[in-house]
């Protein structure tokens, strides 16, 4: 039998983070449950729960979740039956969706959790049922992830994206400091746009984008910094106003995700300023285009594929479907870790389709 091994953390160790031991681990299929045999064509079950549809870089995940099982279900004569729910940012609903789910006989969950602090009582039903549990993008509590061994959460490592990001904002500033220093003091004038308050990758890109640039020595002035819940428009109007504050005296726009950066974007098209420095997370496909454009300097690349691909991966063996000779690589016995990368115009065409 074959046996294909992904390695989807090969690159960078961090620096000041504890790199935790790797464990290959061939997962075995789960007795009692997995896709239905009777019939030539087994059938998998899998159950999307979403924090909300209304999100960019989780439809970009979603896109690519249903391109991919329709691949393995060419590639293994199987059917997989994705059952997509929408939470809509509320974790009641996102429950109630969940218990539904179970009912319809899922093989396994993969869960995109609306609140990350309140996972406890997702996996405790998960477990009751008996059903693999795979959250996503929405990192759980440390704690939370050791209350079962069938339980795992594929995600990108929030620091270092805000590090990434970091370094892409110390690479302009150096570069090309004499025009991007506006007020020419020596100082960087920024303003930082949140993601949603308590998820990891707001709290953890912001810490360590800034980190990086004053461990670099650079000095900095936060102009301002607020939520605009991952969304383009709330970032938008949220700009708008610090345009009104602060004009011209905004040399950088450090934003947790592509869409606030483009909406960031959009308030400076309102006005007569000059787009100063811009930066945000994901490389989805209009980031991509504003970096072509030259009007966002530079976004990190959240791997929405690789997360679908690991998610598909690791469905497919705890399932133990016909053929599925793969191990995945987990970090702690629970965790897929997806790099993130750099992109700005230099090497945009290694990250643009076709
Ligand atoms: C992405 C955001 C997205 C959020 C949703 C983050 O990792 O960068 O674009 O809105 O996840 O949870
Ligand atoms: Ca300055």
């Known amino acids: 039998m074959s046996r294909t ?5 090969s690159q960078s160790h961090l620096k000041g983070v504890a790199v935790l031991l790797l464990a290959l681990l061939a997962i075995a299929p789960l007795s009692g449950c997995g896709p239905e045999k009777g019939a030539e064509t087994e059938t ?13 870089f989780i439809s970009t995940i979603v896109q690519d979740l249903e391109r991919i ?29 969940v218990d539904r789910l179970i009912t319809w006989g899922c093989d396994v969950l993969c869960v995109n959790i609306v609140d990350r602090t309140a996972a406890a009582v997702l996996i405790d039903k998960a477990e009751e049922a008996g059903v693999p549990l ?16 069938q339980l795992y959460y594929v995600g990108a490592r929030a620091e270092e994206g805000g590090i990434l990001q970091g370094q892409l904002v110390l690479k302009a500033w150096l570069s090309d400091r004499e025009r991007l220093d506006k007020n020419g003091d020596g100082i960087l004038q920024y303003v930082m746009l949140e993601g949603e308050p308590g998820h990891q990758d707001a709290l953890l890109r ?33 700009m708008g106003q610090w345009l009104e504050e602060f004009g011209d005296q905004i040399e950088a726009v450090i934003a947790n995700n592509d869409d606030m950066a ?18 945000g997370v994901d490389a989805t496909a209009p980031a991509l285009q504003a970096v072509a454009e030259g009007t966002l300097y530079g976004t990190v690349l959240n791997d929405a ?18 053929d599925s ?8 016995d629970h965790y897929v870790w997806l790099s993130y990368q750099k992109v700005t115009k230099e090497n945009l065409a290694d990250f643009q389709m076709e």
């Open 69 to 97: 099982a329709q691949e393995e279900e060419l590639a293994r004569d199987i059917k997989i039956n994705l059952s997509v729910a929408d939470g809509r940012s509320n974790q009641t609903t996102q429950l109630e969706q």
């Open 134 to 149: 795979i959250f996503f993008n929405r990192q759980p509590v440390a704690e939370d992830m050791e209350r079962w061994d």
């Open 5 to 9: 091994t992904k390695n989807y953390s």
């Open 305 to 322: 594929e690789g997360i679908a691909r690991a998610m598909l991966d690791l469905t497919l063996a705890l399932s133990g479907v016909k």
């Open 206 to 238: 912001t810490e360590y984008s800034i980190q990086v640039l004053s461990e670099a020595g650079v000095e900095l002035e936060k102009l301002g910094s607020d939520t605009g819940n991952w969304k383009r428009g709330p970032a938008a109007t949220k």
């Open 262 to 279: 483009l909406g960031a974007i959009d308030a400076y098209g309102q006005t007569d300023w000059e787009l100063p420095l811009v930066v």
């Open 44 to 56: 998998l079950r899998v159950g999307l729960a979403l924090y909300t549809q209304d999100d960019t």
């Open 325 to 332: 000779g793969d191990t995945v690589e987990l970090t702690g």
